[in-house]
């Protein structure tokens, strides 16, 4: 197989973003599709993928299909695959089935059925604890077998040691930064910067560092890993010293300290500052004007919401009366909290995230 049609795993409501960062990434007509974007590529394009792209949470590869409309039928066909082409029989693979509207409906028996067919025709161990995993989706009745290119969700960057009480994550960060329009030129200011996320997101794309840079995948696992190329593709990378800088500041000291050593774990330390600070202490750093973007407690993440009208009012009338000609970014999964701010907010697409559904709220101070 010299290419494959790869799926981009986005977060619902911003597979659009996506796609437009891989576009520009120079990935082959992304298309965004519910649930994440399709292009297409060799296993270069999937190295590249899982190293490069910033918005992505994990990259899946489809490797064959078939139709089976019992188990018998999919024991059948699963002994005739070419497990070889991707998988290695010294690594042990998991096995994950969904079923929609098909005659099998039975997951963990049509798991059962693969997972014996890769042992005994093919040789590979299944272990629930594999590095590699096999996703198998029936869908009226079309066995489609992909797998999981990427191992650990991919915003774990593998810098984020220490983490707040509720963390952003990254891939969503950077997400939310392309839909502010940034492009590493502008200032960005966040006022509750927790663990750092979005100040350290932003420096990194500012200076062109890989997010996947530090990190292991489990495409080394496959069959056809070639770690020569992947090395060189990783050598190819050139980052530069941006002109901007990158600012947050918290009223919590303890968070604080955790952003300075999670930047500097990602090597942006030197132009990623963060400060201890109140909100009403907030005020603009020198130069043009950039973007200020906040996540900050709402009540369903935090506790009680009642408090927090205060403070996103208090949060409003510095924006509003400091940040003039800033872009300003909210994230919250409160309307009435966001409205506090007393500012002219335009709402986003809503976003799923630990179990709660947050939007970017965007305005011009």
């Not at 999981?148 to 593998?158: A, F, M, N």
């Not at 983490?163 to 950077?174: D, N, S, W």
């Not at 100040?199 to 990194?204: G, L, N, P, R």
């Not at 840079?213 to 696992?221: C, I, L, S």
Request: glycine share 12%.
């Amino acid at each position: 197989m010299s290419e494959f049609e790869i799926f981009l795993v986005a977060p619902p409501g911003l597979e659009r973003v996506l796609a437009d960062e891989a576009r520009l990434a120079g990935f082959a007509l992304p298309e965004a599709v519910e649930g994440g974007v399709v292009t297409r590529g060799g296993w270069p394009e999937i190295w590249r993928a899982n190293l490069v792209l910033r918005g992505a949470t994990r990259v899946l590869v489809r490797v064959g299909e078939f139709r089976a409309f019992h188990l018998a039928q999919l024991d059948k066909r699963a002994r005739k695959f070419p497990w070889g082409d991707v998988l290695r029989v010294d690594v042990p693979v998991r096995v994950e089935v969904t079923s929609h509207r098909s005659k099998i409906y039975h997951e963990r028996a049509a798991a059962e059925r693969i997972g014996r067919a890769i042992t005994e025709e093919f040789g590979a161990r299944v272990a629930s604890d594999a590095p590699v995993t096999l996703k198998v989706r029936i869908d009226d009745d079309m066995v489609v077998l992909s797998v999981d290119s990427s191992g650990e969700s991919l915003h774990k960057r593998g810098h984020k040691q220490a983490m707040g009480k509720a963390p952003m994550r990254e891939t969503l960060a950077a997400l939310f930064l392309r839909q502010m329009g940034f492009d590493g030129t502008q200032t960005v200011v966040d006022p509750m910067c927790g663990s750092g996320t979005f100040v350290i997101e932003a420096a990194e794309m500012a200076a062109g560092l890989w997010p996947g840079r530090d990190r292991e995948f489990a495409f080394r696992h496959l069959a056809g890993f070639d770690a020569g190329a992947f090395d060189a593709m990783k050598r190819t990378v050139r980052p530069a010293v941006p002109q901007a800088r990158f600012y947050g500041v918290d009223r919590d000291a303890g968070a604080v300290r955790m952003a300075r050593d999670n930047a500097g774990r990602a090597g942006v330390g030197d132009w990623a500052f963060f400060a201890e600070g109140a909100i009403s202490d907030l005020t603009p750093p020198d130069g043009p004007p950039g973007i200020v973007i906040v996540n900050p407690p709402y009540g369903a993440r935090i506790g009680d919401r009642k408090p927090l009208f205060g403070l996103y009012g208090a949060l409003g009338e510095v924006l509003r009366t400091r940040f003039s000609g800033w872009h300003l970014g909210l994230v919250t999964s409160d309307g009435g909290l966001a409205k506090a701010t007393g500012l002219a907010l335009h709402t986003g697409p809503a976003v799923p995230h630990g179990g709660l559904r947050i939007r970017l709220y965007r305005a011009r101070l």
